[in-house]
């Protein structure tokens, strides 16, 4: 097959020519432009009239002709909305790919705004909170975070949507956070629902996210990666969505507590100056799982807990290790009737203390 990508100046077409040329398929561009910067992302580059040129068929049928065209890509509406309706008659061997650019937007927003209708009611079903969010809020969430690499999953991600309109004023405290995806989705709810500021820790580093605790296999995992690119693409993902007040440490979390217990102020280069309250509204505890680590995590950061706040102990559930359960199960006997709700959503824990 060999794909003609029209106009190719545009980032959507050189997109489809990377997807296509992955595909094994041979893509030819071209667009109306004297010089396309985009040019060599194609196999084949070439220029055509603009489409209200008289000639523009002429020299799209040769085009075809000459680079064995069979199938046409547009990213740009104008251009499908006229070879779907002369396609058929002046070339007919000729197929355009997909729907266009408005129908398939226009569906995907559909498909998105559905999703989310269906979504407010799974967060209703939690039972937390009177105030519902806005449908096209969840859609708009949810759609950013599933863009994010990570492992929050959508149920966990709906929870976290259940707990934070309703949660007490204060901070919201990360321990973990790799890529961001579970850090934008808390930053994002904190900042609409005015819960407080949101504080990111991770150390981003080989020796402090290996899980000793873990089969062997989990314990080689952190090897693969590169941890100063892990770290620069949390910022990428932050710095590009991040709601103030919002920042983030990388450290520890024995070393980040001591900082915010210091000082109600975090600053980074990126970030500047944000000021905390040092009483938690919410506490994500998603680093290291090994038992040791999550009982300190918790040990440490539980002592800023606001009354009422909530604890989510991530991977409650998880295949690999038992130390998120071990210390959450732990947490709730010895916490007696402080231990207020409690429920598992998406593999982690949800546990708010009573005042």
Wanted: overall charge negative; charged content about 20%.
């Amino acid at each position: 097959m060999t794909i003609l990508v029209f106009p190719s100046c545009l980032e959507a077409a050189v997109r489809f020519a990377a997807d296509a040329r992955r595909w094994r398929q041979r893509v030819v561009g071209a667009s109306s432009l004297e010089v396309d910067c985009y040019a060599s992302h194609y196999d084949v580059w070439k220029r055509l009239p603009f489409i209200g040129n008289a000639h523009f068929f002429e020299a799209l049928a040769a085009l075809v002709q000459q680079e064995n065209i069979d199938t046409i890509f547009t990213p740009h509406a104008p251009c499908f909305n006229l070879l779907e309706a002369q396609l058929p008659t002046k070339l007919p061997h000729v197929a355009i790919w997909g729907e266009g650019p408005y129908r398939t937007h226009v569906k995907q927003m559909e498909d998105v705004i559905s999703q989310a209708r269906r979504d407010l009611e799974e967060i209703a079903g939690f039972g937390i909170s009177a105030a519902q969010l806005p449908v096209e809020f969840v859609a708009g969430v949810l759609q950013q975070m599933d863009r994010l690499y990570g492992q929050c999953s959508r149920q966990k991600a709906l929870a976290v949507c259940a707990v934070m309109p309703s949660a007490v004023k204060g901070d919201v405290v990360e321990i973990g956070a790799l890529f961001g995806k579970s850090t934008y989705l808390l930053n994002r709810l904190a900042s609409y629902c005015s819960v407080g500021g949101m504080l990111a820790i991770d150390p981003w580093n080989l020796e402090d996210s290996i899980q000793h605790d873990s089969p062997p296999n989990i314990q080689d995992a952190p090897r693969k990666w590169n941890w100063e690119i892990v770290n620069r693409g949390f910022l990428v993902n932050m710095l590009g969505c991040a709601c103030p007040p919002f920042n983030y440490m990388k450290a520890t979390s024995a070393e980040a507590y001591a900082r915010y217990s210091a000082h109600s102020e975090v600053t980074s280069s990126e970030f500047g100056a944000t000021i905390f309250k040092g009483s938690i509204a919410v506490l994500h505890i998603d680093g290291n799982h090994d038992e040791a680590a999550v009982a300190e995590d918790f040990c440490l950061w539980s002592k800023y807990l606001a009354p009422g706040a909530w604890i989510v102990f991530d991977d409650y559930n998880w295949q690999h290790g038992d130390g998120p359960r071990k210390v959450a199960d732990r947490v709730i006997v010895e916490y007696g009737a402080r231990a207020g709700r409690h429920f598992v959503a998406g593999g982690a824990l949800f546990l708010q203390i009573n005042a």
